[in-house]
């Protein structure tokens, strides 16, 4: 069963205009939240963090949201430039538990 | 900055044949990882490892074992190569199983005909 969920598979943005990729996840004991970008033929390389204690953490362009009750997180990109185009995918984990469990991932396409 | 180095970039095997992937670290790194990567599915977890010698199962361990002899080497194995094992492979590591983020390497692309 996937714990994390990224529904939408693939994303087209205007360059300069606002990138938001959405993640949801079912296991209330998730407590710790990334996201990683990956670059086709590169391994994915860690973006932003953000803990249970908060609902937001935000590094120069990129904003991560959680909301708690919803079980959704959020990433922002603002604004969005070509070098942004990869493929996003969120990651959680237990306070407790020995693994992070990713989602299926978001190809984002920033266009010129 | 730590480097995760997965010692080949495309691999093309045969079905039923033992396959053999590395991955080493340079970081003194406490926790090593294979995950696979599929369309539509993310990365899955095979194993993972906590210390030398020492082995846990992912959600997918069927058909693959590992083997970590040395702290900087995890090796992942499939012990009779199928189709449906046809995939991207990534190793990472980390310092902490709750650190920041893992590391990974740039992956193997294994295609088993």
Known sequence: DQQVKQNSPSLSVQEGRISILNCDYTNSMFDYFLWYKKYPAEGPTFLISISSIKDKNEDGRFTVFLNKSAKHLSLHIVPSQPGDSAVYFCAASTNTGNQFYFGTGTSLTVIP | ?113
């Open chain 2, 1 to 113: 900055d730590v480097k995760v180095t997965q010692s080949s970039r495309y691999l093309v095997k045969r079905t039923g044949e033992k396959v053999f992937l590395e991955c080493v670290q340079d970081m003194d790194h406490e926790n090593m990882f294979w995950y696979r990567q599929d369309p539509g599915l993310g990365l899955r977890l095979i194993y993972f490892s906590y210390d030398v010698k020492m082995k846990e199962k992912g959600d997918i361990p069927e058909g693959y074992s590992v083997s970590r002899e040395k702290k900087e080497r995890f090796s992942l194995i499939l012990e009779s190569a199928s189709t449906n094992q046809t995939s991207m492979y990534l190793c990472a590591s980390s310092l902490g199983l709750k650190s920041f983020g893992y590391t990974f390497g740039s992956g193997t692309r294994l295609t088993v005909v």
